[in-house]
C-alpha cells in the first residue's frame, strides 16, 4: 500500500468544522474537549460515512456539494448529540 495517501472520514471534518458554532447556538454547558468528542462521536455514529483518500480529496472538489447537501444532516445530528452530552456528561464537574 502507498504510504503517502491515507483514508479519511470526510464527515469528521464536516462535523469538527460546525461544532462549536452549533455548540454556542445551543447556548452548551460545557466546551471541556471530553463533551466535544463525545458530541462529535455520537453524531458521526448517527451520519453516513464518507471515506476519501487524501489523494481524491486534494484533486477533486465535489467534496464541496456533497457537504451542502449533507449540512441539515449534519446539524442536526450534533444538536442531537449536545442534548444527549448535556443531559448525562461523562467529565467531573
Known sequence: MDKQFKIKNYMEDLVLNQL???MK???CSCFCERCKLDIMALALNN???KYVTT?????????ALY??????DVITQITNAIKVVEKNPRHNV
Not at 489523494?55 to 467534496?63: G, T
Not at 457537504?67 to 441539515?72: A, F, K, N, R
Request: aromatic share 4%; with cysteine.
Open 55 to 63: 489523494e481524491h480529496a486534494l484533486k477533486y472538489n465535489k467534496l
Open 67 to 72: 457537504e451542502s447537501q449533507c449540512s441539515i
Open 25 to 27: 447556538d445551543n447556548n
Open 20 to 22: 462549536e458554532d452549533i
Open 47 to 49: 451520519l453516513p460515512t
